[in-house]
């Protein structure tokens, strides 16, 4: 029987359109939500928005609009981007549906009728961005210590939660599960705020002041506040979903912004135990994303990151990828378009785009495109990394990391890579087809396993690796496919463009740094022409493998080569015909001038040029010392 697994979001407050924040915590939801489907589990993932309150009904007045319309265009925003992303939630519950004001009702009457809401008289400084009171000693150079706005002193009636009557079973609760806070120092910083005196909560707004929210059910003048109100949202998914099948509570895990966290592991839990309810099982906190100036993204600051920006330049797998590998839970971690293009070339271009590459095009070129059937060897090493990889994979992602089960499969990928580069099937196919046969199915079936292994992360792009190595595109949900196996036997495999194609530095980057120009003189010792740091690092030098090599015709000299850039192929005519034969350079690792114009040779286009030196009448190819994959930068 399958097991449930219910995991849930913040829901966005819908102020304003998604930013990468957002971004972040849905993707993460939606990998891990993948994760678990493909363990077995009965998974219900939950997102939506926060639609109440007064910075929307602000907002909405800014530019005209009523509050709901305007609730009803910016919730659409986050269903568009989250089309995009591939995100595969369960439910997206909005907090102005009748369903959620109807949950909110009952439990605000059934705490009510225990007592613990009554109603008086307060003064305190009020934050309208945080939307919450705080006192004296809360606020940083009188503004609000949270955002850093300021505050203004209110004197009004309102209800309020006995929020402090609660305080000593939250703090034992904490204390007796270590893991209900992730990563362990968030929940430290929890219990230090615990072991402060804890005051009750204002959970109203005088209509007077503020309308648009959830009529308090036994005092028509009152609004409920936003964070009681949407707090409840996920225990509303459980109970009242929109297709009528009831969800478990608790929540096997909630995931929010470390910004957040007071709010949902002190405010939610106390809620939840009044009204009789469990908290979540885990509440995982993670980091900010980062400007390149290591400053916190703001729309204030203006560098804020908005999510279909990175996707239009380099697609929606690429983006998850990218952020699920470069934070570590719990940790910030810094966005830039550099780090970007550096992670997408090394994982994904150089490693997973040139091992599909090169299998498909050896097993095109010498197996008609068929992988052939073969026996395994019993105590075959990749096959025993395999099984390994998976199961650390497995209790990774268990223990929500993320970036650790990533690297796992990547560094399994380098060892299939590895494993090719050693027995050079490119070469053995000539004298001995079946070993050369065997090597390549044995390639394939390692891909076909990392490729299941990273399939949460970029749900878009590995079916269409599977449709690659002939299988179905969209297999069957089932930990079983991560087994070493015979799927690939017989099956035809396809070769095309890169998968995975390299991201060179974005334009708008390069524009007004050309380099200057070279001194007028020349190096007083050896009399040649100086160059600038500048010029010289403007020639791109890459490693390459030679993936095929043919005499042109009509000449004694010229090799035609195609070369594997790490998941781009390229053709380069040299004239080298006389030194190398064509089995000697298929397999071969050299070092390419990879942004040199193309030109035109004997009719035939030259995409680079290769690095040679001449010793008298011999000349050696120019590589690297040791096994070093294609498309890697020479520095």
């Known amino acids: 029987m399958s097991k449930p697994f219910y995991i849930t979001t913040p829901l966005y407050y819908v102020n304003d359109e998604p930013h990468i924040g957002h971004a972040y915590t849905t993707v993460l939801a939606d990998v891990i939500a993948r994760y678990h489907r493909l363990f077995g589990d009965d998974v219900h993932f939950l997102t939506g928005t926060d639609e109440h309150g007064q910075k929307v009904a602000t907002a909405a007045e800014k530019i005209g609009r009523d509050p709901q319309s305007h609730c ?53 400084w009020y934050s309208v961005y945080e939307e919450r009171f705080f006192t004296e000693k809360d606020l940083v150079d009188r503004k609000d210590p949270i955002s ?192 970007v293009i550096k992670r997408l070339n090394s ?42 990889t ?38 053995t196919v000539q004298s001995d087809r079946d070993r050369a ?50 799927r690939l036997f017989g099956r035809r495999v396809t070769h095309g463009p890169a998968l995975f194609p390299r991201h060179r530095k974005p334009k708008s980057e390069q524009v007004g740094k050309q380099a200057k120009p070279a001194p007028a003189t020349t190096g007083s010792e050896t009399g040649r022409d100086v160059l600038t740091i500048d010029e010289f690092q403007r020639v791109d030098l890459r490693t390459a493998t030679v993936v095929s090599a043919e005499p042109v015709e009509g000449t004694d000299k010229l090799l035609r080569l195609e070369v594997d850039l790490g998941g781009e192929t390229r053709q380069l005519v040299a004239g080298i015909r006389q030194h190398y034969s064509q089995d000697e350079l298929t397999g071969r690792t050299i070092i390419v001038v990879a942004n040199l114009q193309p030109a035109k040779i004997r009719g035939l286009k030259s995409e680079g040029m290769l690095l040679a030196v001449r010793d008298g009448k011999e000349l050696h190819l120019l590589g690297p010392d040791g096994d070093v994959s294609p498309g890697m930068r020479i520095s």
């Open 72 to 124: 009803d265009i910016t919730a659409q925003s986050f269903v568009g981007v989250w089309e995009k992303l591939g995100i595969s939630y369960d439910d997206f519950i909005r907090t102005t549906q009748p369903r959620h004001i109807e949950v909110v009702k009952q439990i605000l009457r059934r705490i009510y009728d225990a007592g613990d809401i009554y109603q008086e008289e307060y003064e305190g």
């Open 437 to 486: 046969g065997r090597d390549l199915t044995r390639a394939a079936e390692g891909l076909r396993i990392a490729a299941v292994l990273l399939a949460p992360v970029m749900p878009n792009t590995i079916p269409e690796l599977f449709a690659r190595l002939g299988v179905n595109p969209v297999p069957d949900r089932d930990w079983d496919d991560t087994r070493w196996g015979d």
């Open 148 to 339: 850093g706005r300021p505050v203004e002193l209110i004197r009004e009636t309102n209800y309020f939660f006995r929020m402090s009557k609660y305080q000593e079973w939250l703090l034992k609760h904490y204390e007796e599960h270590p893991d209900a806070i992730i990563p362990p120092f968030r929940r430290n910083e929890v219990l230090g705020f615990l072991r402060e005196p804890l005051g009750d909560l204002c959970i109203s707004r005088p209509k007077s002041r503020l309308s648009w929210g959830i009529e308090i059910p036994w005092d028509p003048e009152y609004v409920t506040y936003v964070w009681f109100d949407a707090l409840l949202n996920y225990y509303t998914a459980t109970v009242s979903p929109p297709d009528g099948v009831q969800v478990g509570w608790p929540a096997q895990y909630h995931l929010i912004g470390k910004d957040i966290l007071t709010t949902h592991a002190v405010y939610w839990p106390t809620m939840l135990r009044a009204a009789g309810l469990d908290p979540p099982e885990h509440m995982l906190a993670h980091g900010w994303w980062l400007a390149k100036d290591a400053a916190k993204m703001s729309k204030t600051s203006g560098n804020v990151v908005k999510p279909l920006d990175v996707v239009d330049l380099y697609g929606p797998d690429a983006f998850r990828y990218f952020l699920m590998r470069d934070m570590v839970i719990g940790q910030d971690a810094n966005f830039s378009e550099e780090n």
């Open 347 to 388: 994982d994904l271009a150089n490693d997973l785009g040139n091992l599909l590459n090169r299998v498909t095009k050896l097993l095109t070129q010498h197996f008609d495109g068929i992988v052939p059937e073969t026996t395994w060897e019993p105590e075959d090493s990749l096959i025993e990394f395999a099984a390994a």
């Open 390 to 427: 998976a199961m650390k994979v497995r209790r990774l992602i268990e223990e929500v990391q993320i970036h650790a089960a990533i690297e796992e499969t990547l560094q399994f990928v380098r060892a299939i890579n590895r494993d090719i580069a050693a027995a050079e099937p490119w070469k």
